[in-house]
């Protein structure tokens, strides 16, 4: 027997890839009820449009929606993505690198890398990059699917994309119409609210058109029409842990060999990013406007790109931090509206993907229970300040005092939950894992450690096993793992043979 309180209507304020993710992942969780989904959006709007590097959870909700993965990464012009290389954030002259996909294999007491620490402290000098078969195969610019196989090296391996946001827009955007979504066009002139109680009760466009709803998803962007203009819910700005407050985009000519990884190479005041597609790079500075001047940061960007410049350069202002509540009365924010976090680690779009997750987790009917909303803001929180500890990481732990703004981050005062997190590394090697983190051991050792947070010690219990046994192990996890990085395609020619965009021909 159905609910009689479900909700009949779903209206979606704004496109571009936060609203079509909602549109296309709604309208695949409701279909065979009868609740209507409507999307408003103007042409007349631009996206921001730069979120073009993912992580690997963006798989799940791909295949979630039943989403092929060749047709996706052909209509999006897209690329494979093994992890973020990180140029001249520790010391000028120095590069880690991110990998996705973990770190060697558990054997022992304890943690892998708690026997690598072990292993370093007796002179074995081998980094932990010689185990990550992602980083590997990525320095290689080698890619392949990983087959299914727990007990395959591959096991260690994890892969996310580069593509162009706005036709993963118009993917998702034809992927939602074809289950029963209705785009309006038009721009939003006025939000109406319930006298009674609050709550926002329809959205009357320019046109004169008024679209009533049930439940409203504010996908509006910086400007939050919804959720902040007309609710008046506030903004918690992070600005004293993430100064970064603005950034420059322009795309680039292709590169040739297609490496299958981002990069960002610090700045003098920020950093730049370079994420490779089927036809085009697509580039950015972010940086802080307290620390540059906005001409000498778009002077900058264009004398660091790999090719000539496609497009002209694109300016963005923001405030990082987050709304202080992603849900207020029938209203949920997703997307930029709901808060912004610079995209160094890429988790632009995976907080659109987590907040509609969080929102099919707990749905709700037409008597909007406050402890349902309640809960959703909670771990909505929760992940935010999880990905801002992991960011203000990248610019606390340095060595850089070459300019004011590196000399500022190294007083910047880390969150308490962050610092414990460096206090605990330093000490031992041990990692403080929190509540639904979304960033896991390995993307915290890579960050630490090229961070230059080396470990006192190791774990004692590393010292149960025998130090040869030891040798014997990792020496055979370095040899399998350079084999098969060798044995793998080329990432180019990966796309080539697969899922080659056929705009990307003529490119």
Known sequence: MSNPRALRSIVVAGGGSA????????????????????????????????????????????????????????????????????????????????????????????????????????????????????????????FDRPPADPHSVFSTFSYAYHFDAGLYAAFLRAHSEARGVTRVEGKIADVALNAATGFVEALTLESGQRIEGELFLDCTGFRALLIGDKLRVGYQDWTRWLPCDRAIAVPSARLADLPPYTRATARSAGWQWRIPLQHRTGNGHVYASAFMADDEAERILLAGLEGAPTGAPRKLRFTTGMRAQGWARNVIALGLSSGFLEPLESTSLHLVQSGITKLLAWFPDRDFDPAVTAEYNRQIAREFESIRDFLVLHYRATERDDSDFWRHCMTIQPPPTLAAKMEMFRLNGRLIEREKDLFHEASWLAVMLGQGISPDTYDPLADIVNPRETQAVLSGMRNVIARTADGMPGHAAFIERHCRAAQARAA
């Open 19 to 142: 609203g079509w993710m909602a549109a296309a992942a709604l309208s695949t969780a409701l279909q065979g009820t009868r609740c209507r989904i409507t999307l408003i959006e103007s042409e007349e709007i631009g996206t921001v449009g730069v979120g073009e590097a993912t992580i690997p959870p963006i798989q799940a909700f791909n295949q979630v929606l039943g989403i092929d993965e060749t047709a996706f990464v052909k209509a999006t012009q897209g690329t494979f993505k093994l992890g973020i290389e990180f140029v001249d954030w520790y010391r000028r002259g120095h590069r880690y690198f991110h990998p996705f996909g973990r770190y060697g294999d558990d054997f022992g007491m304890t943690p892998f890398h708690q026997q690598w620490l072990r292993a370093r402290a007796h002179g074995d000098p081998a980094p932990l990059s010689a185990y990550s078969l992602t980083e590997a195969a990525a320095y290689k610019n080698k």
